[in-house]
């Protein structure tokens, strides 16, 4: 889209608020992010065996992420060749086969299509069953329990794709032995307003924390969490870090290796764990990762709809629906190695926190939504709103990836965002995408 | 679901509708101290969440359980009515309309001088405008008789809605 460059200015901080209610702008992100990009399809945890299948999203279409017989994970467009029904209604389950409610075609687990309903009297054995497989999703790769699927062939792979991101993603899903799974169903919460906002709270913001949440913070925080005030009135900066400038990806950090159970009305069990493991984690991952990541209030954003917070324990997914709708599904996510005790702890903290009546995210829903219907005006689809809080102030620091802010409150990690959602905007494949990993520390974990 | 046994006499069941229906109106009033008044000490407020399975679904439930939206004691209960009476709650200022319809009302006699009461709940919210929402809920709760009038012991909700259509669930159900 040629005036992606106009719409919005990373360098300055400034976005076009059309940029959030247009539908065409809405159409061209569709193909070029959401057809383009790698996108989170489900945790292997949630198909362990051959047959399981999970119903989500890619962009608008619908998908079916399936375990195969040989352990194998295949993705399918959710809907029938023929006529083009919905395929499965269900949201999960383990299934032989996938029959169509329409006319009673019959696909395998791994899409072919198997049976054809008069195959014989009224298609005079004629029909070209081969012709007729479900639609598979061109690339699916897992990382570390992740599973991504993505539309576009020429697409780097995933590894790639992650890049330098992948240094910090270890200390998240690769902590200790047996990595991470996800519990519990999945919480869906529809809510009025424009997918890319959702993201940039998330990603960078943590200016609104102390002042948008400040009810919840005042009726549970337990913890010290970075220097944060209840309504915003200080701050300390030097108990955190926001990482950006990772092909899109991002991620906030408070370095304390402790404050991501913050929230918990009772974080005993949990510290316990913190300390049971720490010289396991810290000679798996490092000094750095093991005793100032693990552990910590972490925002990881995966460009350009996913997002989880080790410590919070949420891992979640925006699929747009239209310029003004997005639903995002949430999960509790747990390391492998939690005792049972501490897992029912996360899935009931975090649902109590983040759920659709959590404590802290029904906060922000209706900020979002109010921030994307003020963008359909007349004048106010044409204002720019900003981002450009302690710009100059990042750099790097030795040994860590990534252009780097000092403090998780700054709006770099949201210029970064935007940055990349521009580049894709402007590309027309992804040849003329930019890779880039700032401060790269080279080939240690290729 | 089975006919669950006898009738409470006349008094009973009328004491007791009568209190489903005053507690919908200290909830919409926003009377949250007198509506934890009407909740025994040692109470259990449950939303389980929901999936859409198959009938005939052969896949293993979670072993760690589904999760639950709301699973409150009062303690708990108590927390979010904190964070209503913060005066930071920014989402509910100006004071937004909710409006509670209770139906299907359905009382039984249990043991230990408590009642089994079947009910559907219908939570009109209407917020900025014309925005408005509607969830409804089943319920199934245990109420007990005291000194001090009927108590609500258990309550278990099943929402309706599979994907929650609203933006928060600043709402008791």
């Known amino acids: 889209m040629t005036e992606a460059s106009t ?8 976005q076009r608020r059309k940029i959030y209610a247009d539908p065409a702008v809405y159409q061209a992100e569709m193909a070029r992010i959401f057809a383009r990009c790698w996108l989170f399809l489900a945790h292997e945890s949630q198909i362990p065996t051959a047959g399981d299948f999970f119903r989500t999203f890619m962009g608008e279409d619908e998908v079916l992420v399936v375990r195969q017989q040989d352990r194998s994970i295949k993705a399918f467009l959710n809907t029938c060749t023929h006529r083009g029904n919905r395929l499965v209604r269900a949201d999960r389950g383990n299934g032989r ?29 004629e029909i070209k069953k081969e012709c007729h ?20 062939r020429d697409a780097p792979t995933l590894g790639d794709y992650l890049g330098d991101l992948r240094w910090y993603l270890e200390a998240c899903l690769n902590s200790l032995p047996g990595g991470t799974e996800l519990i519990g169903a999945t919480q869906k919460v529809e809510i009025m307003a424009n997918w890319k906002l959702p993201v940039e709270n998330v990603c960078g913001d943590g200016y609104h924390l102390g002042w ?16 944060f005030t209840v309504g915003n009135t200080t701050v300390n900066l030097d108990g955190g870090i926001s990482v950006a400038g990772l092909n899109g990806h991002s991620l906030l950090a408070s370095l304390d290796g402790r404050s991501g159970y913050a929230f918990y009305p009772d974080p005993t069990l949990a510290l316990k764990y913190l300390d049971d493991h720490r010289a396991q984690v810290v000679a798996r991952l490092g000094k750095f990762r093991g005793e100032q990541l693990w552990g910590s209030q972490l925002n990881v954003t995966i460009f350009p709809n996913l997002q989880f917070l080790p410590g919070l324990n949420w891992l979640r997914i925006y699929h747009p629906k239209g310029p003004g709708k997005f639903e995002q599904w949430t999960w509790a996510l747990v390391e492998k190695a939690m005792p049972d005790a501490l897992k029912r702890q996360v899935l009931d903290n975090q649902l109590l926190t983040f759920g659709p009546a959590g404590l802290f995210d029904n906060d922000d829903g209706d900020n979002l939504a109010a921030c994307t219907e003020q963008s359909r005006g007349w004048r106010t689809s044409q204002m720019e709103i900003f981002t450009h809080m302690a710009i100059g102030h990042s750099g790097t620091r030795p040994g860590l990836p990534g252009d780097i802010a000092t403090g998780i409150i700054s709006e770099h990690n949201q210029r970064y965002f935007y940055r990349r959602w521009q580049e894709h905007m402007a590309a027309s494949n992804w040849a003329e995408v930019p890779q880039y990993n700032l401060n790269p520390r080279g080939a240690e974990h290729a | 679901m089975r006919n669950v046994g006898s009738m409470l006499s006349v008094e009973h069941h009328l004491a007791l509708q009568q209190q489903l229906i005053r507690e919908a109106r200290l909830l919409d009033e926003e009377s949250f101290d007198d509506w934890l008044a009407l909740l025994n000490d040692d109470v259990r407020y449950r939303l389980p969440l929901a999936e859409r399975r198959f009938r005939k679904d052969r896949s293993a439930p979670s072993e760690l359980g589904s999760g639950y939206i709301f699973d409150d004691t009062k303690q708990r209960l108590r927390l979010r009515i904190n964070r209503l009476q913060s005066g930071y709650l920014w989402a509910e200022d100006p004071r937004n309309c909710v ?51 009927w108590q609500l012991v258990l309550r278990d909700i099943q929402l309706d809605n599979a994907v929650v259509m609203d933006s928060n669930l600043n709402v008791f159900f």
């Open chain 1, 133 to 152: 497989h479900l639609v598979t999703v061109e690339r699916v790769e897992s990382y570390h329990g992740l599973i991504f699927g993505c539309f576009d």
């Open chain 1, 212 to 227: 948008a949440h400040a009810g919840a913070m005042k009726a549970v925080q337990t913890l010290d969490l970075s220097g």
């Open chain 1, 97 to 125: 086969a996938f029959t169509c409610n329409y006319h009673g075609w019959a696909f395998g687990i791994d899409g072919v299509l198997a049976t054809v309903p008069l195959e014989r009297d009224a298609y005079f054995n």
């Open chain 2, 99 to 149: 409006r509670r319809v209770i139906s299907n009302i359905e009382i039984w006699q249990a043991d230990d001088n408590q009642a089994e009461v079947f009910s559907v709940v219908t939570i009109h919210r209407s917020r900025l405008d014309g925005f408005e929402r509607q969830l409804t809920a089943g319920r199934r709760d245990r109420w007990q008789t005291t000194a001090a009038g």
């Open chain 1, 7 to 14: 719409l919005v200015n990373p360098t300055a901080g400034t």
